[in-house]
């Protein structure tokens, strides 16, 4: 398959990694140093239990590439208004994108400009970071799971599935993308504002009571936002991602590691998102409000 990676970070290229080294022709949009290192020394995915290497394509300008069979679209979602408009020279007469972005608002904004029809919603459930220019680490094995918006089951989903999991990637379909995308938001707009503000990573954090409560609080908020959007979503969610978040191996959340960096940060995506949907159905969201504004003068970085 011809799969064009917008955003060979962390998750964009561990996954485009594990699809090259499975044949398929993958091409990666990076930028500045990250780039370069591709171009000179190839792609290099260090795991838990091996490393590898793969020679890819690698440009800062989708025109190079032309139309493609899928996009991965990876890329930080303060990136957007920028970015989406140039995904237009890959899309083809049946190009699919796959946004694996946080957050609950992408799917509609690529659909605006590449067509509603182009667009699975979905979530990547992992860990991985760029280690340095063209090295990444995968702390959390890949795991991708994506739907189609009509929640119906069809061939190229099916096909897209069959391509992920032969390059080894867990990968499973959902016929209410929606509902997954809610699933991973209330998660992630909750531990990447508790560990951030916090300045701590969820293992040791938790250790912590009032760490954990806190966490739940949020999640809690989060969730009745969904629930009153009118989202399928359990109400014992909170409670079950706890134990998940309990059972992984140690890891640090990416806007975490965002404002430890002094990056630009996705808070307005994740917090900043809670609180707005939030007021559009009259729910409270205190704990996230309080989150947001201790975090909010680091949200787009710091001068170097």
């Known amino acids: 398959m011809k799969i ?16 090259a080294k499975a044949d398929n022709h993958v091409s990666l949009i990076a930028r500045d140093e990250h780039l370069e290192a591709i171009r000179a020394n190839g792609l290099k995915l260090v795991r838990a239990d091996s490393e590898f290497v793969v020679r890819v394509d690698a440009t800062d300008d989708p025109a190079e590439i032309g139309p493609v069979d899928l996009v991965l679209y990876t890329v930080k979602t303060f ?9 237009k020279p ?23 400009i590449l067509g509603p029809s182009n667009i699975l919603p979905g979530a990547y459930w992992a860990s991985s970071h760029i280690q340095s220019p ?6 959390v094995p890949a795991r991708v799971s994506f739907g189609e918006l009509d929640d119906t089951g069809s061939l190229r989903a099916l096909d897209i599935r069959a391509v992920f999991r032969g390059a080894g990637i867990d990968t499973e379909l ?17 531990l990447s504002s508790v560990t951030s503000a ?42 079950e991602c706890m134990e ?7 890891f ?11 990056r630009p940060t996705e808070l307005d995506s994740l917090s900043g998102a809670v609180i707005r949907l939030g007021k559009q159905v009259g729910v409270k969201t205190p704990v996230h409000e309080l989150l947001y504004s201790v975090l909010l003068p680091h949200k787009d970085g710091r001068a170097s």
């Open 4 to 19: 064009a990676i917008m955003g060979a970070g962390g998750a964009g290229g561990c996954l485009g990694g594990l699809l």
């Open 79 to 87: 990136h957007n208004r920028h970015v989406i408009s140039t995904l």
């Open 90 to 112: 890959l899309m083809g007469y049946e190009t699919s994108v796959i946004t694996l972005q946080n957050g609950v608002e992408s799917h509609e904004l690529l659909g605006t």
């Open 134 to 139: 063209g090295v990444i680490v995968e702390d």
């Open 174 to 190: 959902y016929l209410d993308p929606l509902q997954l995308l809610w699933q991973k938001f209330i998660v992630l707009s909750s």
């Open 198 to 239: 916090a300045r701590t990573r969820p293992k040791e954090l938790f250790a912590f009571h009032g760490a954990r409560k806190m966490f739940c609080d949020a999640m809690e908020e989060a969730l009745a936002v969904g629930l009153a959007k009118g989202v399928n979503l359990s109400d014992n969610l909170a409670h």
């Open 244 to 250: 998940w978040i309990d059972s992984l191996p140690a």
């Open 252 to 262: 640090q959340v990416s806007m975490h590691g965002d404002f430890e960096a002094g």
